[in-house]
């Protein structure tokens, strides 16, 4: 389990959703603009409840993995919103959807409180939210009896695992796990990835080029145009660095002067989400 060594957000804390609200789906469609995180809900639901086992209720249960060939990510690669949770259960439960951050393999956070949800028997639901949620975060349930969980056979030892605390998580506050399932926690999360930048350093060379850093907030794409041309993928979320040559009229008068100052749009796509422009203000010389 890799680290996280990001800041505390802060979270929102839901009453509970009728579930006329949530529409039971095969599994959640993620549009164009949304990218989906966690469980595809393939397995089945566990056939009697798990008690937060080795620990005690009520508990947090907070995925680390999932089933091989699951084909959604097991963490978030990306700043941006969830805008459904997805989940699998086999009874009636109340459940509150979480996110979780892990700083250590010996440590884990609490990152943010989705809706509380009185789910009425079997079945898969989708159930509509706006929570922010950060590059690294984990998806996880608070509460005590559940079987939103995968079970034996087929269901479990299958390189998936959770978990488990009591007390629940509290967001912003590090805590050590309780002991560790090796079941999938049948949840998910359908994500609208950010695609807000910011610019850093800016470093000119003297031959009419520069390289500017940009923090990208998940994996995606940088361009330039108007002025000035360039590209860089960005492969998770962080700096990006990106190389800035000017053309057009730009490099003409770059050329007769010996220094040009060039308003590029700066455009970010983000993996599986809405690209957003803005432009910088660059200056170059020879």
Known sequence: MKGDSRG??????????????????AAPAAGSASITVGSDLTLPAASSPE????????CTRLAFAYHAGN???FKSPTNG???????????????????????????????????TVA???????????????????RLGLDGSSTRA????????LNNAGYLLFNPPLTNGVVQTADSTNACELLVNAVVTPSNMV?????????????VLTVVVPGPGRLSLSRGARGG????????????????????AELAANGRVTIRPRVTFAPKGGTPRSVKHRIRLHL
């Open 71 to 73: 084909p959604f990510p």
């Open 8 to 25: 505390v957000r802060r979270s929102a804390r839901w009453c509970a959703i009728p579930i006329a609200l949530a529409v039971a789906l």
């Open 232 to 251: 860089v993928k960005a492969k998770e979320a962080g700096a990006a660095k990106l190389k800035v040559k000017p053309v057009g009229r730009a490099k």
């Open 149 to 156: 969980v995968s079970g034996l056979p087929g269901g479990c």
């Open 81 to 115: 919103t969830v805008t459904s949770f997805g989940i699998k259960t086999g009874m009636a439960e109340t459940v509150t959807f979480r996110l979780g951050t892990i700083p250590s393999s010996a440590s884990t956070a609490g990152s943010g409180t989705g809706p």
């Open 119 to 137: 789910l009425p028997g079997p079945g898969t639901y989708s159930i509509a939210t706006l929570l922010p949620i950060a590059a690294d975060d």
């Open 198 to 210: 910011s610019f850093a350093k800016l470093k000119v060379n003297g031959n009419g080029t520069a």
């Open 51 to 58: 008690n937060c086992i080795l620990s005690a209720p009520p």
